[in-house]
């Protein structure tokens, strides 16, 4: 097993920053995500992992060894793309063995090797096949077995799922994982799916504009995000964002009554509350005016107007509610978040006095 380090590293294309002085450590033996929207760096921070791109400055380690510089054969990892990449005129068998007979590594132990990943990801049966008649599950596992079988002690992964339907997707997410878990290898993962990264991941790297916005467990990411982007970008759905306003002697959710803060704050903050944590109380709730109701099966999503604001309840089971129809939420001061409202930054300093000073009657709590 080998740790890899990333220490300032940039890459620019002309004038325009791909990735900005990134920085982040994978444990040996760890499986990391390296998760984002289109366009944040992921894709080419693992290309410069695996020497397919240089950067412009910072250097790169894998374990001991400053590969910055090195050739990708020389800097002891597998790969595997989006695209799968294999050879169509080639069978399974030749393709999983094609890495390893370009390196002219030891003939006598390839049987023992191909048997061995074969066996791991259920190919046996499918040697003698062509890509062209395997499913797209199937493809995705020759494409592992060719990286797992180099036998190296780092793997690199480019989005490998995402041309899979949602159902394939699920099932290959437990076999990658198991797999990574079973050889004890460190694993770079890349992906835009917040699903992916939390339920795969022992450490996630949430990158915006080249950058890194949070690097945390994903329980962490959940429960303390760092930004209003990371609130955002981390659950299903998204983290409701309301805009606070002076009134009631204090902060109150702008448009309603709903005090949040007694007294005055030496900054301008902006309220954090996931859907899940919301609940519908008669006895408590504020009133908010429904707009739309999504039903999943195992839970209700509606979505309602709250003063200026728009929030989102995410309820379990089937609930039938037309629009316009008055809904009282509510939820526990314990499930807030607070960020500046300027740099959209967490702030827990706000939060310690919020939750010391915050209303806790129900009248004053009530729309």
């Known amino acids: 097993m080998s740790a890899i380090a990333l220490e300032h590293v940039s890459k620019k294309w002309g004038a325009q920053f791909a990735v900005h002085e990134l920085s982040f450590a994978a444990p040996a033996g760890s499986f990391v995500v390296l998760l984002g929207p289109s366009g944040c760096g992921k894709s080419t921070t693992l290309r410069m992992i695996a020497g397919l791109d240089s950067p412009s400055s910072g250097r790169i380690r894998i374990g001991a060894d400053d ?11 597998s790969m595997v793309f989006q695209s799968y990449a294999l050879f169509p005129h080639l069978d399974v068998r030749e393709n999983i063995l094609f890495g390893i007979k370009v390196r002219k590594e030891p003939e006598a132990d390839r049987p023992r090797r191909l048997a061995r990943v074969a066996e791991l990801l259920g190919l046996s049966g499918l040697l003698d096949r062509k890509p062209s008649q395997l499913s797209g599950g199937q ?10 079988i180099a036998e190296k002690p780092v793997c690199l992964m480019d989005e490998p799922l995402s041309n899979l339907d949602a159902q394939l997707r699920q099932e290959m997410r437990r076999e990658i994982r198991g797999l990574q878990q ?17 339920s795969m991941a022992d450490q996630v790297i949430l990158l915006r504009d080249g950058s890194v916005e949070q690097d945390a467990a ?11 982007f990371v609130a955002r970008f981390i659950g299903t759905p998204p983290m409701n964002i309301l805009d606070l306003a002076p009134g009631g002697n204090g902060l109150v959710i702008a448009g309603s009554q709903r005090l949040v803060y007694r007294g005055r ?30 039903y999943f099966g195992a839970d209700t999503v509606i979505t309602s107007s709250l ?61």
């Open 265 to 294: 704050l030496p900054q301008d903050i902006k309220l954090g509350v996931r859907p899940e944590h919301i609940r519908i109380d008669p006895d408590s709730g504020i009133r908010a005016t429904v707009r739309s109701v999504e």
């Open 139 to 148: 493809q995705q596992r020759v494409a592992l077995a060719r990286a797992i």
């Open 307 to 367: 003063g200026t604001n728009s929030i989102a309840a995410r309820v379990p089971g089937k609930h039938v509610v037309a629009a316009g129809t008055q809904l009282p939420l509510t939820w526990d001061t314990s499930a807030q978040h607070y960020f500046d409202a300027i740099s959209g930054k967490r702030t827990d300093e706000v939060a310690c006095r919020i939750l010391q000073r915050s209303p806790t009657t129900t009248e004053e709590t009530r729309a």
């Open 67 to 77: 590969i910055t510089d090195l050739p990708p054969a020389s800097r002891r990892l």
């Open 182 to 198: 079973s050889l004890g290898i460190t694993m770079i993962y890349v992906t835009h799916d917040q699903t992916e990264a939390m």
């Open 218 to 228: 994903p329980g962490t990411l959940y429960a303390e995000p760092a930004s209003i």
